[in-house]
């Protein structure tokens, strides 16, 4: 006999090798019917698979989260037997669940395109209808690797080899179809529903290799219900609309070319919002941080020292002198290796060391707008979001062992209070622990998770819910553990942005040290923290978190004066000088355009203050003023309109300290 323990916490005992299915039907025949699997000591398996041990056992419907991952899996078979059905002789390779959905990979003489897609659509639900049972089959090699070259399936004998001896070979069976796969699955492709949709077809090499042919990918998604289904697809047409490399173009603020892959050609209206960010960030730091600044370009023996020539080599950039490069053999040459640095924390270690420091000293912490160059395969690179050279908010808190928590603390106060004022108020912070692959003792890791996950409480009850909170076991870095910060923007999309690192390990190696109270030498506990992260990143979940409409404050240009007939050019160019006296980001407009031309092109490219001045504005010093998305106008006083956005554009940090005088 076996014991199983309920969520209620009941524990009954059942014959050995009972299946999950019996029981749910022993209980009740509609708990039978919603329940698509069953999860064991939290792992999720086949409602069929016979129950061999004492375990906790779980009903899963088709409602509960962990079912979605089942629907799309599920999905991604009842596509590759639509696809054999309507083209016979189409291989299928994998098809595994990815985020937001699934995929699966074909060889056919001729690709498929998404015109195939309305065809597939029907069939698929074609073969939901049948409400066919997954049934798992555990069959030997030879009788797979037979079955599938009986059926030309090249691909799938591949598969079967790649399998490591010793580990179960699964075939699922869904009606007459039958596919290599490890599982689980639900009970029958009538649980996939109807709430599905192909996506779109891309080109893909057999396993990722240039080398071997090209498949046609299919992907598609999935959901519980057509309503969630619906909310995802106006997500994605509400995301492209807000696609930062679009908006980035529309508002002339960045570029990027081939011959700077992966770096960022910054307009001058986009590298003002840049500095704007940045100063932003400068005005949060100067109380509690010392700004430095560190080489861009430091010896190959640093980075050794520090571990990441070891751990993080294929991510650098590695340089020499070009006259080194082009004479390796010239003995007079410096022949020395340089690295650009991938990341500041060596650097801020050099500048601690520098001059004897006590204990009454710390905690010290370095901060630095740090431009950081890593390598990013071609393929990966993304505008904004995903470059090889990027500025960093980087910082580095020096301290005691005792100040940690504290530090910790700190740390994500001023997190908090950074992304509230960006409007993030959403947000998901994990631990993340000890890795697999680490440097350092234990029991330093013991510490410094133990204090992590003490703060991580705090985290949680000060919020009073707010925040969410949780675990991600073995993501930290090789050196420490670490928070992670996921903001959730306007259109329910989250981004990973700020870490808080506690490393024991960068101090050790580089001999840093302070004088303690008793006058010997202690090595300090290092803290590295990033709040935007990138700078770049940032403002690109800025960009699209926006969608362009700025705060005043941000903006790039902030009133765009257009003058209605060429009489009131002079009165324009007053006006705009009064704004830039106001401290306000200004331009005139003087062209020979029609204003509905001149408004209609700054608000494409999202100006948030149109200024149309006239002859009668300029006889009574006034403005008419229009705004960003509305299609009213107000006609006001210069010097009141003046005031009016003196005091808008005004950023929430200074606001707010102006509001605690």
């Not at 891309?202 to 992907?219: E, H, K, V």
Request: glycine share 8%; proline share 5%.
């Amino acid at each position: 006999m076996i014991t199983l323990t309920f969520p209620d916490g009941a524990a009954r005992q059942f014959p050995k090798g009972i299946k999950g299915s019996e029981i749910a039907s022993g209980i009740s025949p509609s708990l039978l019917k919603r329940t698509v699997a069953m999860a064991l000591d939290g792992t999720v398996a086949d409602l069929a698979d016979p129950i061999d041990r004492d375990a906790k056992i779980e009903f899963v419907p088709r409602t509960d989260p962990r079912a979605l991952e089942l629907i799309r899996h599920d999905c991604a078979h009842v596509l590759a037997e639509a696809v054999q059905e309507l083209w016979p002789g189409t291989q299928v390779t994998i098809g595994p669940v990815i985020e937001n959905g699934f995929y699966y990979d074909f060889a056919r003489d001729t690709p498929f395109t998404p015109e195939d897609f309305p065809a597939i659509e029907k069939k698929m639900r074609e073969i939901v209808a049948r409400d066919a049972a997954f049934t798992k089959e555990f069959w030997t090699r030879d009788q797979a690797k037979d079955f599938f070259r009986g059926k030309g399936e090249a691909f799938k004998v591949e598969l079967v080899d790649a399998i490591p001896a010793g580990e179960d070979l699964k075939m699922y069976r869904q009606g007459q179809w039958i596919d290599l796969c490890r599982g689980p699955h639900m009970t029958s492709t009538g649980k996939v529903g109807t709430a599905f949709k192909l996506m779109k077809v891309a080109g893909a090499y057999w396993r990722g290799d240039s080398n071997n042919p090209m498949l046609t990918r299919i992907y598609g998604t999935a959901f519980a219900s057509q309503e969630e289904l619906d909310a995802y697809l106006k997500q994605l047409e509400e995301a492209e609309k807000r696609d930062h490399r679009k908006l980035g173009r529309e508002m002339d603020l960045f570029h990027f070319q081939d011959e700077g892959p992966g770096t960022v050609f910054w307009h001058s209206k986009g590298w003002t919002m840049f500095q704007q960010l940045v100063a932003y960030m400068r005005r949060r730091l100067r109380r509690h941080y010392e700004e430095v600044n560190a080489p861009q370009v430091l010896d190959k023996s640093l980075w050794e020292t520090s571990g990441h020539w070891g751990w993080y080599q294929e991510n650098m950039f590695a340089v020499k002198s070009a006259h080194a490069f082009m004479n390796p053999k010239d003995e007079t040459a410096d022949q020395k290796v340089f690295a650009l640095k991938p990341m500041n924390c060596p650097g801020h270690v050099q500048l601690f060391k520098h001059g004897l420091k006590s204990y009454r000293d710390l905690p010290i912490r370095l901060a630095e707008f740090g431009m950081v160059h890593r390598y990013e395969p071609s393929g990966a690179l993304h505008g904004l979001m995903r470059v090889r050279g990027f500025t960093q908010d980087d910082a580095h808190v020096f301290c005691t062992d005792e100040q940690m928590e504290a530090e910790c603390l700190r740390i994500n106060e001023l997190m908090l209070s950074v992304y509230a004022d960006f409007g993030f108020e959403e947000l998901v912070v994990k631990l993340s622990t000890r890795p697999e692959k680490r440097v350092g003792s234990d029991a330093l890791w013991d510490r410094a998770e133990a204090v992590m996950t003490k703060v991580l409480d705090k985290i949680a009850a000060q919020s009073g819910g707010k925040i969410k909170t949780g675990i991600n076991p073995g993501e930290g870095a090789f050196y420490g553990p670490k928070f992670e910060y996921t903001l959730r923007d306007a259109i329910g999309r989250d981004w990973q942005c700020g870490t808080t690192q506690v490393d024991f390990n960068l101090p050790e190696r580089f001999g840093a040290f302070y004088i303690d109270a008793n006058g010997e030498k202690k090595q300090p506990v290092m803290i590295h923290r990033a709040i935007c992260g990138s700078m770049e990143r940032f403002l690109g979940i800025l960009i699209e978190s926006y969608a362009g409409h700025f705060p005043l404050w941000l903006a790039p240009e902030q009133v765009i004066v257009c003058p209605i007939t060429s009489e009131a050019d002079e009165y324009a160019e007053r006006v705009t000088e009064a704004l830039f006296a106001s401290g306000l980001r200004a331009r005139a407009d003087l062209r020979n355009e029609k204003i509905s031309y001149k408004v209609r092109e700054h608000s494409l490219a999202k100006a948030p203050v149109i200024f149309a001045v006239g002859k009668r504005e300029a006889e009574e010093k006034t403005v008419t003023i229009r705004r960003l998305g509305s299609q009213a106008q107000t006609t006001m006083p210069l010097a009141e309109a003046l005031a009016m956005l003196e005091a808008e554009a005004i950023p929430p940090d200074v606001k707010r300290a102006k509001a605690a005088i």
